[in-house]
């Protein structure tokens, strides 16, 4: 699916659930809507610059669908809090096709058949490139099932080994308990064996839109000097240098995320129902989270921007191993397995399914 992208002037140049009907498929994200191709300006290229994102405030809400960043005014050079790329495709101005349909069509789990076992299936689209430091984009949209966690997050490949290796972790997370919140995290451990738990900084923030209707961009900014959050271009949260939580030598949060980390995505079920709602034993599956597209820019420390190092809109017939693993891993409640990571249509979709035997 060819992607459209329309520049715009500011601060610089700049989710398929049946019914009992078999045919009922999510539908794939269209193009924008008033703009052909014909007449649309190229889309992003490697190489292009953006200054980073200046101070904002944490408090921001997320504006509504329709007062998203194409309504907010445009701030002067230098001072904008959007990071400096506002979405040309918002969900706003979407308009998905009708004739667009996946094929994927496993029935919805209304009830338990106490005679059969149920095993439960989840997905991680883990990266393979590594970075220290940049900006990182998605346009997705979640998905949320009670207990279920929907995420986008950067991650130190051997944060998992403990003991005598750091865990650098920075989240965005949908949680299954409520898809018009969502939490935004950083979590770090020094490379202590006598230190067993994590420190983190969870924040919960409110959206203004139900996450699992329409796509939205999601961003992280990681740099040097700060960790910033975005939804839809605006920035929700930023975490400083000199920002300490905790007593141990990874207080500084931004200061301890010392690592090269990889960008990934993933669906899967949380044993911790306070956290992320109370398990149904699948009663709703199957869900799914789907990404649209995925941005990663270096940033340059002496310059203080970012250059896009490559885009991926999922155009082929399956995740591009250039940029992309499969996760094949126990996760609390699911297991993890490639083939529920499915691209069509120009979509990468990460389902959350079950099988019953």
Known sequence: MKKIFLPMVAVALLAACSDSNPDVNFVAPGPTGAVSSSSADAPLSSGEIVPPSPESSSEAVVPPVGESSGSVDVPPAGLSSSSAIADPLSSSATVPSPNTQFTYKVPTLTELDPTKAYTFYGAELT???????????????????????SSMFLNYDNSWMKEYEPWNEIDIEILGKDPNKWQSNIITREAEPSIKKNTSSEVVHPFAFDATKEFHLYAIVWTPEYVAWEIDSVEVRRDTLGMNRGTHADADQVKFLTEKESLRFNLWVSKTPSWTGKWDNGIGLP???????????????ATKTFTLSWQDDFDGEDIDPKHWSAGDWEMERVMYRQSNIVVEQGVCRLILDYEAN
């Open 287 to 301: 869900i799914e989270q789907q990404i649209d597209y995925v941005r990663a820019y270096a940033y340059d420390e």
């Open 127 to 149: 990266g393979v490139d590594q970075f220290k430091y940049g900006r990182f984009e998605a346009r997705m949209k979640m998905a949320a099932i009670s207990g279920s966690v």
